[in-house]
């Protein structure tokens, strides 16, 4: 693990945002126009401070995310409808990285900005408007380029590793508490840091882990599983690295009340009677009491501890524990609470095996939006789940059946998808498919035609998606 | 970057050496900020050595790597650092979180030098900290320092991940069971999407700002109202005792944070409790208990601690919090009367005593014992604040204190809150050697105001020894006999001005010249004609005073 490279260099952001605005003037004004001039004066102040200070820049789309002279540059909430229309153009015109050598004057920017517009407007291919840049000898543009399979899949064990080591980091400790020995803190602020590192470079492929469930160690997993969610979305709204750090520890330790619930209790394979959901309930309070006899206060324990009792408490009081004075609940909590009841509800349980459908867990979720889980935190976890959930076995319009494999922000409909049957019906090995790809009519290749449960017919996610 | 060595270049012997010198700095540098503050010189000169062997380093290179292995430290293949011993040895530091390379490269900036040193020069034995070097590192994203750490000591063996994957794939997807899927996915109706998405809009972005504002207020008061909910309901989930605890783990966090409001607010709500007749018995002795250990000497030693460190809260806040403090809060309290130096600490204790001292009187007035003068005139001061007379008698014992700022002290308080009881002690002090307490001693009767207090102003004067004080005594004890503008006083004045005088005319002078100006003072016009005659004496010194005092009367002040 590196130093995470999010961006530093002053003004990155603006820079991006600054490009966004110049090409959303482009696309209603002509580059003559007073409007264009003056974005693109702001844009080459920009720029050309950078360059003095850089010699030359490189702006790159990798993923969802641009790097600046291979830094990831950290996006503010307020610029991020910008950041995605960038990123969507790069993405139609095929634009993965644009370099600039030299300070740029109206001129360059003027014939680069038209020439942009112009292949998304008349869907020119990206030779065309390499060809047309190679004019400007000082912008070169490099083709949108996927990751060659050999370094997706150093990518994916290494995400792996993290994804394994939050699990048995979380056994660890919960054998510890039982057996009364001491819980290193260390260690967890070190997986939850991989955690959030991962998260900032590959958010979905760390996503995807978490649509794999074990039904034996269900706990274990599921705890993982709310980190990774949590910080997911904590990331999405803008949390800086600590607070990242501090929700994804906080998150992992959600359940530590469930260490006193009796094993028969938590493993009933019927339906809990009243009298097991009594203790069931009180989970939350027994997990303040481990929290707080585990660690010495400091902030960190005071918003961990609030999150263990105020995980399972709706917005609108409803929910346990019950309380004598009401208050709103804790940001962190809220975040905890929609990541721990959409892994629950998408989890095999021992005393419901078969586990929800990821859209329908979020539909049921959404019905009850306004008095359970924070509305705008909600719609900000449903943006970041997107439309076919990672482990979605989807229908193409090929007749294949596939797992939804990766997510993409821009294309929300057309993730990339891991072949698990042919046209035939005839099982095939996972050959990742992208269903952004066009044919020579400039026709998607393949489209989602019907989302089905992939636990009806036992298809084991664990094998495509590890 | 250019200029960073790659694996056909062959590192030189003065860059080796170079690299050795940063390293010895590094060494160097973890001990002497574990020594010196930062703004001491031996500090800063450090720094600006181990600077300069970076810059060394950098003017044949870009970057200095440095692969790191138990016990040794390698350039390169060439190793630059070797030690076997477990203490103080910088590459098991590095290499037992798990970093395996580190990078320095050119430009890098002091203070990032300086943070990185820092963070090396922490004692990781210590159980409070909880960050090892790869978070810390990680904290801080320095911009010209990067490494490489792994992660792999996190899980107890590689075969965990393995196994664990293993056992999640053993159950593999039966082709049968996927041939099912795709037939019924040709029957069933086509529906592509069922989660709808609803784009962000800039007013979602603007209403998260508000609600990432809103985050970082304080969250203890939650907190505690968290901890209260749980007491509620002890009696079903968690016992007593723990809660108990929580408290006051809690508090002592909360009051070494100086954050007082909150714990008053605790306060409050523990006295609610405490007080509320349906309280579950048990309950109200939870209440009681972490009530007490608000007032323990431990949390009034913790406080000391805060009003020592100058830490700046409100007055009238860390007032009310006393005010709710329980009687065992006094002894500890005096305590911080002898062990605090600043004036402002000290000015703080003293009014937290003057709210909490009439909880327990017995130890104050036990402080007024105490080996130290200062923390007895503070208790004096704090029972005269209080202002309770039934004291008095205590505190005129300490009117024979060796320190004259203790007597001056019980002299006060005796004239403020003294009545006849306390006359004796007073007039006892107007023979005391030093003349501040003298006349402290008159000050105090003229604040009695009785005619006790008045008579043994009257009888000093009249006393032969009187003539033998000095002018300046004389005076006041006239200005103090002038508080009393009554009949006697006026006779009493005239008669001294109008008496014979045959002997030591001198000082005889002086007594008349005091009393002409305590006449002055009285304002009583028929003092005019013997006044007027005064002014003719001999005497200069009686010759002015009557003068001013007729001025005086004249102009009716």
Redesign the interface.
């Given at each position: 693990m590196g130093n995470s490279q999010v961006i530093e260099i002053q003004n990155a952001a603006g820079l991006i945002n600054q490009f966004a605005i110049i090409l959303r003037t482009a696309n209603i004004h002509s580059t003559n126009n007073v409007a264009f001039k003056s974005a693109a004066g702001k844009f080459i102040e920009i720029i050309n401070e950078m360059i003095a200070h850089e010699n030359s820049i490189t702006l790159q789309l990798r993923g969802d995310y641009f790097y600046l002279n291979d830094t990831r540059v950290r996006y503010a909430p307020e610029y991020v409808l910008n950041f995605d229309f960038l990123a969507g153009m790069f993405r139609k015109t095929e634009v993965g990285a644009i370099i600039v050598k030299k300070e740029l004057s109206l001129e360059n920017v003027d014939f680069f900005i038209h020439s942009l517009v112009e292949a998304d407007f008349l869907h020119e291919t990206f030779d065309v408007l390499a060809e047309k840049m190679s004019r400007v000898s000082i912008i070169e543009l490099k083709r949108l380029e996927e990751i060659s399979n050999e370094e997706d899949l150093n990518v994916r064990r290494m995400v792996r590793k993290t994804y394994f080591n939050s699990i048995f980091y979380v056994k660890g400790v919960f054998n510890k508490i039982k057996s009364g020995e001491k819980v290193d803190v260390r260690k967890a602020k070190r997986v939850v840091t991989s955690v959030v590192n991962t998260m900032i470079e590959h958010e979905q492929i760390l996503l995807g882990m978490t649509a794999i469930k074990d039904y034996d160690e269900y706990t274990y997993y599921h705890c993982a599983n709310v980190s990774i969610l949590s910080v997911a979305l904590g990331q999405r709204l803008g949390l800086n690295r600590q607070m990242l750090i501090d929700l994804g520890i906080a998150s992992l330790f959600h359940d530590l009340g469930k260490i006193d619930v009796p094993h028969e209790v938590l493993n009933k394979p019927t339906k809990l009677e009243d009298s097991d959901w009594r203790i069931i309930k009180k989970h939350p309070i027994w997990g303040v009491k481990s929290m707080l006899k585990i660690r010495d206060i400091d902030d960190f324990t005071i918003r961990a501890a609030l999150v263990a009792f105020e995980h399972h408490m709706n917005t609108d009081h409803s929910g346990y524990p019950q309380v004598k004075d009401r208050h709103e609940l804790d940001l962190f909590s809220r975040i905890v609470s929609i990541a721990d009841r959409y892994d629950a509800m998408t989890s095999a349980r021992v005393y419901s095996k078969t586990p929800m459908k990821s859209d329908k867990a979020l539909s049921i979720l959404m019905e009850a939006d306004h008095s359970h889980l924070d509305p705008l935190l909600f719609k900000f976890f449903i943006n970041m789940i997107g439309v076919y959930p990672i482990g979605s076995l989807v229908k193409l319009s090929t007749n294949e059946l596939g797992l939804v494999f990766e997510n993409d922000t821009e294309s929300l409909f057309r993730p990339r998808v891991v072949l698990i049957s042919d046209s035939s019906g005839n099982w095939i090995k996972g050959q990742v498919v992208d269903l952004r790809e066009k044919n020579e009519k400039n026709e998607y290749v393949r489209t989602i035609t019907m989302t089905m449960d992939p636990r009806k017919y036992n298809i084991n996610l664990a094998e495509y998606l590890l | 970057m250019a200029g960073t060595l790659n694996q056909h270049e062959t590192i030189v012997v003065e860059e080796l050496d170079a690299a050795r010198q940063v390293i010895e700095g590094l060494i160097k540098a973890r001990k002497v900020l574990r020594m010196y503050p930062d703004t001491n010189p031996v500090y800063r000169k450090n720094l600006q050595d181990i600077a300069g062997k970076f810059s060394d380093y950098f003017n044949s290179r870009d970057s200095l790597v440095l692969r790191v292995a138990r016990n040794d430290i390698y350039v390169e293949s060439e190793s630059v650092y070797n030690n076997t011993e477990k203490q103080d040895n910088l590459a098991l530091l590095f290499f037992k979180d798990?970093i395996r390379e580190l990078a320095f490269h050119k430009d890098m900036p002091e203070e990032e030098l300086e943070e990185f040193l820092k963070i090396i020069s922490l004692e990781f034995g210590r159980e409070t900290i909880?960050?090892?070097i790869?978070?810390l590192?990680?904290?801080k994203?320095?911009?010209h320092?990067?490494?490489?750490?792994d992660?792999t000591f996190?899980?107890?063996s590689e075969d965990?991940?393995i196994n664990?994957?293993k056992?999640?794939?053993q159950?593999?997807?039966?082709?049968v069971?996927?041939?099912?899927?795709?037939?019924?996915?040709?029957h069933?109706q086509?529906?592509?999407?069922?989660?709808?998405?609803?784009?962000?809009t800039?007013e979602?972005?603007k209403?998260?700002?508000t609600?990432?504002e809103?985050?970082s207020e304080e969250?203890?008061d939650?907190?505690f109202?968290?901890l209260?909910?749980?007491l509620?309901?002890s009696e079903?989930?968690?016992n007593y005792e723990?809660i108990v605890f929580?408290f006051m783990?809690?508090i002592?966090?909360t009051v070494s944070s100086a954050k007082f409001p909150i714990i008053t607010n605790v306060l409050v709500r523990l006295k609610k409790i405490i007080s509320d007749e349906d309280t579950d018995p048990e309950m109200r002795r939870s209440a009681i208990k972490i009530l007490l250990f608000v007032s323990s000497s431990k949390m009034i030693s913790l406080i000391g601690t805060i009003l020592a460190s100058e830490r700046k809260f409100e007055h009238s806040v860390f007032q009310t919090f006393v005010r709710l403090l329980d009687k065992n809060a006094v002894p500890p309290f005096l305590n911080l009367l002898v062990d605090l130096q600043s004036i402002h600490a000290r000015r703080m204790v003293i009014d937290a005593l003057v709210s909490l001292g009439p909880k327990d009187m017995p130890s104050l007035i036990k402080g007024l014992n105490h080996s130290q003068w200062y923390v007895i005139r503070n208790i004096i001061y704090i029972l005269r604040q209080i202002g309770d007379k039934s004291v008095l008698e205590h505190i005129a014992k300490a009117a024979k204190h060796e320190d004259v700022r203790v007597r001056r002290e019980v002299l006060r308080t005796l004239g403020e809150l003294g009545d006849e009881r306390v006359l004796d002690t007073i007039k006892d002090c107007l023979q005391d050697d030093d003349s501040k307490i003298r006349i402290a001693s008159l000050n105090a009767l003229g604040q009695v105001d009785s005619p006790s207090a008045k008579k043994i102003v009257m009888d000093q004067i009249s006393h032969s020894s009187f003539h033998e004080r000095k002018i300046s005594e004389k005076k006041e004890f006239f200005k103090t006999l002038s508080l009393w503008n009554e009949k006697d006083v006026y006779d009493f004045c005239i008669q001294i001005m109008t008496r014979k005088t045959f002997w030591k005319r001198s000082q005889q002078h002086e007594t008349k010249a005091c009393a002409a100006e305590c006449l002055g003072m009285l304002g009583n016009r028929d003092a005019l004609p013997v006044l007027n005659k005064c002014k003719a004496s001999r005497s200069k010194l009686l010759q002015e005073s009557s003068e001013t005092a007729i001025k005086r009367i004249e102009r009716g002040k």
């Open positions: - | 798990g909880e960050d090892d790869v978070t590192l990680w904290q994203d320095f911009k320092i990067n490494y490489i750490a992660d996190l899980t107890e965990e991940e664990a994957i056992g999640l794939k159950q593999a997807t039966d082709p069971d996927l041939k099912k899927a795709y037939e019924d996915s040709l069933e086509e529906s592509a999407t069922s989660v709808p998405i609803i784009p962000l800039a979602d972005f209403l998260l700002l609600i990432l809103k985050d969250k203890l939650t907190f109202g968290m209260f909910e749980i509620y309901d079903r989930s968690v723990d929580f783990k809690s002592e966090y």
